[in-house]
């Protein structure tokens, strides 16, 4: 007779000391492991319900402007500094880390209209109302000194917007025209105008460095090359845009913020079309800023929210807001890629954490892979009704929900009503438009 | 080599390298490789002083061609893994990628194959690891292993094995039912007289004892050995490891069998009223009631695979039954006489039966087909399946155990055989051990059985050496997975498929369920109007306006019908796969 008996030795299975860590032997089979798919579920789901219950994205207010902030910027070099400017024309210079006001500047009369960090992190610029540009050190003056700028140069008229070159030593202003100045001269070394009389918006592309885009009043974004004479073309749409942001990774792109409550990413090189129409304010939008992984952007809107979109979506993923936070005016994603600040009306810059639910600081081996592990769950099940419905969920307050009520019907109505003229028109007078093709009136060449 | 330039001085280091002697490999046959070492260092010494970057090259390529090798991997490649091994963390069939996908799609497909493939390698592959080998018995030329005695075993294992096979002689209060904690570490007992004890049943340690003073129809363990139920003549009882009553559950009447659903913290009761009632453990409440209309309930079994319990009942018939229907999924006919026992394999796939027609019979559960019956002349009152799919059959006195049950070849001769006095109430596998606990008339004895454990466990699932905080941890992780009572099934995979329902389909199931069509378009009323417009006739001429608009769906609605008869193929699914109520009433034999 042969035989063997299950026997273990209890020595293998549990720890030698108090002081070790527990045994913890693995099989698996997966007959011992039933219900896979349910169990995962169910975790799934919690993992869904966690992630709104952690979603707590507020982080830290910044106060002590007199009036609304009308414009933010980041450091070019420091992740910790940021300036914004007031509509009072006060320019304060803060900490983030910790949340406090290091100087501050009365810049110009009036509106601080833009500001712009110099690509090393040396100097500022600002524009404001008062037709001036003035170009400020970043280190503070000594004790008992004036602030005084290093350089003013007086315009002829109002400046709206700045913006710096990525590499050179010139910077490009918006007003009347868009103008491009060499640090060194006080006039601008060219202009361009294209039959408009105001600009609200330029900017310079990340990549492309002599590539530049602008927001006109007549409803168009133009393009220019600053080292042709003429703008390259330009983009009329049913409203006017307020701002446009560079995409950072896909340079081809930029997304501009609309006043039809709508922001459109455009590809360079198709004008006619936008390549998405991200809808969800229920006001015009005032501002836009991309993160710095090119794959989401935050938008600031009269309505008192701020939403982010991924760039290729149509509808936001997140939105905040707050009961004091009044009309958004302008929003900057932070170059970590983790926070999102903003400025409004009420005199407060807000920073939020771009990830709602992301818990801060370091993490332990454990909790990354159990938030990687959750992440994962909640991307397998994401399409089951349940998971959907709790990760979609969103609070709203009663005013925005309401409106977003009534902008809906509207549609409807708009809808049906162009279906009833269809129908009674000669086939083929009234023709089928995309939501994208909707908004775009003409590419002038 | 007089020359000082760097490439020079690089030359003269890799020969000093290779003068390092590596040490010899059985697989190397040292003599040749070292003359073949040799000769390349020494062409390369020569041409080294001129052309040093182009040796470099030869060099380089000469390893390529493998002339000279310092080693060389035997056994190149990963290690293979047996195809069995790999089939069985199978899990789906892979996924093809549809035609005329989108590049996107088709790298994303590709990504997640690879994954599964990774992991189903990686798991496959940790079967070496494995500390435990199974246990098993063979006999010697011409010997019987069921002749083979319990006191012969327990001499020819070691000690702590051999004090496995033990007997408790409970005569006062028996027959006894029993149940082993789902780590296999605690045994329950309950006698029909009142007696319930609960031991450590390796170290013989007495939890609690204690007397009911009523009948005692079944015991059960819930998720931790913290709790268990005690079905008594009245009400559902709930005692602490103490033996402290926690609860009397007396919506749970007249309770004959309880099985409990670890995954879903649900104990699910047969009472002698014909009730079929599931507690939820975690919050107490009663999930469902159902009442089976079969008469008495007392057989009963779980299928561990997807929690449907099976009821055996006195017409010959087992019904499946989840707690989301208030008709039984199945209904199969087994026997021609009364259901006396069932099991229900761990996997799901097999379902063995004993009737009064003293018939044993194996059942393939996913087809609802007989596999093979095989007549027992004692017949078997009670069944149980371990966990690596021994199958024992009480037969009167004898309890027999029988080997390679599942699958198609026919039950030839016991593997174990072993004689009890007095009447057997309760058999039970202990889990992860080779032990055959078995409650009768005399009380209980522990029988060993090699083989009939699962050598190795999972310690994140069911650990019998866990320690107190481990527990701790494990019941709040398991709390949180709970499986909601909602998606209990036949298929318990169903929730990872795709709905591939039609539209059509949908459809029909939202009219039938809500009993109108929501799609239906309104029918045309027409406005009321003033000033004498709204006369009938009036009314009547402006429903005629738009009657052929009507008209026009049903006309086009028509036509359509008449070409799927031309061309004989039918547009609705008649797949009433959603409702998976199969009714077999075959009779075998």
């Known amino acids: ?445 | 080599m007089a020359a000082v330039t760097p490439e020079v001085l690089t030359s003269t280091h890799v020969e000093k390298m290779k003068k390092k002697k590596l040490p010899k490999r059985y697989w190397e046959e040292t003599e040749k490789t070292d003359q073949s070492q040799r000769r390349p260092e020494e062409e390369q010494g020569k041409a080294g002083q001129n052309q040093n970057k182009s040796t470099v090259k030869e060099k380089s390529l000469k390893r390529k061609n493998g002339e000279s090798l310092e080693k060389k991997d035997p056994f190149p490649g990963e290690a293979p893994i047996p195809q069995k091994q790999l089939q069985k963390f199978q899990r789906g069939k892979k996924c093809k990628v549809p035609a005329g996908a989108r590049e996107r799609l088709k790298e994303a497909i590709a990504i997640s194959e690879a994954m599964s493939e990774h992991a189903q390698k990686q798991a496959a592959r940790y079967d070496l690891l494995l500390p435990e080998d199974a246990g098993f018995l063979e006999g010697d030329e011409d010997e019987d292993t069921n002749t083979i005695s319990q006191a012969d075993i327990a001499d020819a294992v070691d000690i702590t094995s051999g004090s496995k096979y033990f007997n408790l002689h409970l005569s006062q209060f028996g027959p006894y039912r029993l149940d082993y904690s789902r780590t296999g570490r605690n045994l329950l007992v309950g006698g029909k007289k009142g007696h319930v004890a609960c031991i450590d049943w390796q170290t013989k340690d007495l939890k609690c004892e204690m007397n009911v003073m009523e009948t005692v129809n079944d015991v059960k363990w819930l998720h931790t050995e913290a709790m268990f139920a005690v079905a008594q003549k009245r009400w559902l009882y709930i005692y602490d490891s103490k033996g402290v009553e926690l609860h009397c559950v007396k919506k749970f009447n007249d309770v004959l069998r309880m099985q409990f659903l670890p995954y879903h913290f649900l104990l699910a009761t047969a009472s002698a009223t014909g009730f079929l009632q599931y507690l939820d453990v975690s919050i107490g409440k009663e999930v469902a009631a159902i009442c089976t209309k079969m008469g008495r309930l007392d057989v009963m079994a779980q299928n561990p695979h997807n929690a449907v319990i099976h009821l055996g009942h006195p017409n010959g018939t087992v019904s499946l039954w989840s707690p989301n229907q208030k008709e039984s999924l199945v209904k199969m006919l087994c026997h021609r006489g009364a259901v006396r026992s069932l099991a229900v394999d761990k996997t799901g796939t097999y379902m063995v039966t004993s009737g009064l027609d003293r018939k044993l019979k194996v059942y393939d559960i996913r087809a609802f087909k007989p596999l093979h019956s095989c007549f027992l002349p004692a017949g078997a009152s009670c069944l149980s399946l371990s966990q690596r799919g021994l199958l024992s059959a009480a037969t009167g006195e004898i309890v027999q155990v029988y080997q390679n049950v599942l699958g198609s070849n026919p039950v030839s001769k016991p593997y174990m055989a072993h004689r009890l006095r007095g009447q057997i109430w309760g058999l039970a596998y202990c889990p992860f051990e080779d032990v055959l606990g078995i409650g009768h008339g005399e009380g209980f004895t522990s029988m060993i059985v090699p083989g009939a454990g699962e050598p190795n466990f999972d310690a994140l699932d069911t650990n019998p050496y866990r320690s107190h905080k481990q527990r701790q941890e494990w019941e709040v992780k398991a709390l949180l997975e709970k499986v909601q009572p909602e998606l209990i099934g036949l298929d318990p995979g169903q929730l990872s498929k795709v709905d591939q329902a039609s539209f059509e389909q949908r459809h029909k199931e939202q009219i039938e369920a809500l009993g109108f069509d929501p799609l239906a378009k309104d029918k045309f009323k027409p406005r009321t109007k003033k000033k004498g417009r709204s006369s009938a006739g009036a009314i009547e001429k402006r429903k005629r306006k738009v009657a052929h608009e009507d008209q026009r769906v049903f006309l086009s609605l028509s036509l359509l019908s008449l070409f799927a008869i031309i061309s004989h193929c039918s547009y609705y699914r008649h797949d009433d796969a959603s409702h998976r109520r199969c009714n077999i009433f075959k009779q075998s034999d």
Not at chain 1, 96 to 114: I, S
Not at chain 1, 315 to 324: D, P
Not at chain 1, 423 to 432: E, I, M, N, T, Y
């Open chain 1, 1 to 445: 007779m042969k035989v063997k008996v299950l026997c273990r030795n209890p020595d293998d299975y549990v720890r030698e000391t108090t002081r070790d860590i527990q045994r913890v032997p693995r099989n698996y089979d997966p007959t011992l492991h039933p219900f896979e798919v349910p169990r995962e579920y169910t975790r799934a789901l919690n993992a869904t319900k966690l992630e709104r219950v952690f979603a707590k994205p507020f982080v830290a207010s910044l106060d002590g402007h007199r009036d609304g902030i009308s414009c933010i910027t980041k450091h070019a070099k420091s992740l910790s500094t940021i300036i914004s400017g007031a509509c009072d024309g006060e320019v304060k210079v803060w900490n983030l880390p910790r949340q406090e006001c290091l100087r501050t500047v009365q810049a110009h009369e009036g509106f601080v209209r833009g500001i712009c960090s110099r690509f090393c992190g040396t100097s500022f610029f600002t524009v404001g109302d008062d037709k001036t540009i003035k170009q400020w050190n970043w280190e503070a003056p000594g004790y008992g000194v004036r602030e005084e700028p290093i350089n003013t140069i007086l315009g002829k008229a109002v400046f709206t917007g700045i913006d710096h070159h990525q590499r050179e030593g010139t910077f490009v202003t918006c007003g009347q025209t868009v103008d491009i100045w060499d640090e060194q001269r006080s006039s601008p070394i060219r202009s361009f105008s294209w039959g408009v009389d105001s600009f609200s918006c330029v900017r310079y592309n990340p990549v492309e460095t002599e590539l530049l885009a602008s927001c006109a009043s007549d409803r168009s974004v133009v393009l220019y090359d600053t080292r042709e004479s003429a703008p390259l073309r330009k983009v009329i749409m049913q409203l006017r845009s307020n701002t446009l942001c560079w995409n950072p990774m896909e340079a081809y792109y930029f997304t501009c913020a609309n006043e039809d409550y709508n922001l459109y990413t455009y590809d360079i090189r198709h004008l006619d079309v936008p390549v998405t129409v991200h809808m969800d304010h229920v006001s015009a939008v005032l501002d836009v800023d991309y993160s710095p992984t090119g794959r989401e952007f935050v938008s600031a809107s009269f309505d008192k929210t701020i939403r982010i979109f991924p760039k290729d979506k149509g509808h936001s993923r997140e939105v905040y807001h707050t009961k004091r936070m009044q009309h958004v005016i302008c929003v900057r994603w932070s170059a970590d890629n983790k926070y999102v600040l903003s400025g409004s009306d009420e005199m407060n810059i807000r920073l939020w954490k771009a990830n709602a639910s992301e818990k801060l600081g370091l993490l332990s081996a454990r909790e990354k892979a159990a938030t990687h592990y959750n992440k994962k769950l909640i991307e397998k099940f994401q399409h089951h009704p349940q998971v959907r419905r709790i990760a979609r969920h969103r609070h709203l307050p009663g005013d925005i929900l309401k409106q977003k009520r009534e902008l809906r019907e509207m549609r409807e109505a708009q809808r049906r009503k162009e279906q009833n003229v269809r129908k009674h028109s000669k086939p083929g007078s009234v023709p089928l438009l995309t939501e994208k093709e909707k908004h775009v009136v003409a590419v002038v060449e």
